[in-house]
């Protein structure tokens, strides 16, 4: 407990409540020990990864391939963040990238000449169908207590199918809406992308301050001033390093080409939504305590089911927006949609960094920050032309290893109890 300070007349001063950086680093140093290390091995991991395909290939950390790889890592990490809800819940979404392809192909279907919807329209329309899809998987597992596992797998099967057969024979159906296509090829002006940016940085500069006062006028422990400022030192460092290989032109002499691609501020809104959801409001501690112990939020008055459908419902919708982002991409949907794949990287996606398989425990940023790790790795492999299969051993290797932390540091934790 923090004692109070003592003044020269004699009275009790304010009680100080900051931890020094000495107390922060032995907290944080034994937090590491108990195996709560965060995103941190994720950090060291990429950097590891630059390391060793720029030594391979200097075309790796190029300005060109850095955006082109976090545009191709913006599929994975829209679906994982919806994996995310399942997984907090200690369930699992096979179905995702088929979900994601659904999304996909009735926003193709509509706004081809043959109904003429409006892009904005279309897409509402392709959310409202993954969402809905995902309520009825949810109200199946919550309602008649079937396995996850078995419904999303048959609706990885069905949904495969429903996509080939709206697709019909000729297979591939091209989005001649360019809006739509910009979502994931356009780029903003670079002055566009300093303006949100700094708009960004600033908005998590005074959240980072007011919570940082917030928790020293309650009385609460708060982590050193000085902790909170490199934290937003850090945010501009990082905003800043962003903006700037983003605006490098990436074009030719003759065809210049520059600015923050769309798809990464699309990327980053539905990051701060749904973190905002599971971090701000009932419905995300609900979410916890569902995964953390059932039986115990059952008794406490939560309802099960309806919580539980409405995290499927949200993953069906964020694997729509993954949907769409993935046609933009390629200005296109067809039945080569491999949705088996992407939902396995999706869930390595979410579990590399941290979200536990086990329920209870995870964050969208999670979902995000793997797809970097993912993504780093196809695009680094492919760039030395190494084939597929080693790909997909690579990335094989990679999950074990995530599941092994995973499973060590929720055993350290029972028995440190």
């Known amino acids: 407990m923090p004692s109070s300070a003592v003044t020269a007349s004699g009275q009790p001063g304010p009680v100080s409540n900051d931890q020094t950086f000495g107390a922060y680093a032995r907290g944080l140093w034994s937090r590491l020990l108990a195996g709560q290390s965060g995103v941190l091995p994720v950090i060291l991991g990429v950097i590891l990864i630059g ?205 210049p080409f520059n600015g923050m691609p769309w798809v990464i501020p699309i990327v980053f809104g539905v990051l701060v939504m749904w973190s905002l959801l599971l971090g701000r409001t009932r419905f995300g501690r609900y979410i916890y305590a569902i995964g953390g112990n059932a039986e115990a939020a059952r008794r406490a008055g939560i309802s099960l089911p309806r919580i539980r459908t409405m995290a499927f419902v949200l993953a069906g919708m964020t694997a729509g927006i993954g949907g769409i982002i993935y046609a933009s991409r390629l200005r296109s949907i067809s039945t080569s949609f491999d949705g088996g794949t992407i939902v396995l990287y999706v869930v390595a996606t979410a579990v590399i960094v941290g979200t536990s398989l086990f329920g209870g425990r995870g964050h969208p940023l999670h979902a995000v920050l793997g797809g970097v790790v993912i993504a780093a790795i196809v695009n680094g492999m492919a760039l030395l032309g190494l084939p597929a299969a080693i790909q997909l051993m690579a990335t094989a290797v990679v999950l074990l290893a995530a599941i092994t932390v995973d499973v060590v540091i929720r055993r350290r934790g029972e028995t440190t109890r």
């Open 51 to 255: 390391i060793i395909f720029q030594s391979q290939n200097p075309r790796f950390l190029s300005p060109e391939n850095l955006v082109n790889l976090l545009v191709q890592g913006s599929v994975f990490m829209l679906i994982g963040m919806g994996q995310v809800f399942v997984l907090l819940l200690g369930e699992i979404d096979l179905s995702l990238g088929f979900v994601a392809g659904i999304g996909a192909t009735v926003m193709v279907l509509l706004v081809t000449y043959a109904f003429g919807w409006p892009w904005w329209a279309a897409i509402l329309a392709a959310l409202a169908v993954t969402a809905a899809i995902g309520a009825v998987q949810g109200t199946l597992i919550t309602r008649l207590r079937l396995p996850s596992f078995v419904v999303t797998l048959a609706g990885l099967l069905g949904l495969q199918g429903v996509m080939i057969q709206l697709l019909g024979t000729g297979g591939t159906i091209p989005v001649p809406d360019e809006m739509i296509n910009n979502l994931a090829n356009g780029t903003l002006t670079p002055m566009m992308g300093w303006i949100l940016t700094a708009a960004a940085i600033a908005v998590y500069a005074v959240v980072t301050i007011v919570r940082h006062l917030r928790r020293h006028r309650s009385g609460l422990v708060t982590p050193p001033a000085g902790l909170t400022a490199l934290k937003i030192l850090a945010a501009i460092v990082a905003g800043v390093t962003l903006v700037v290989i983003c605006n490098v032109d990436r074009g030719s002499v003759r065809f």
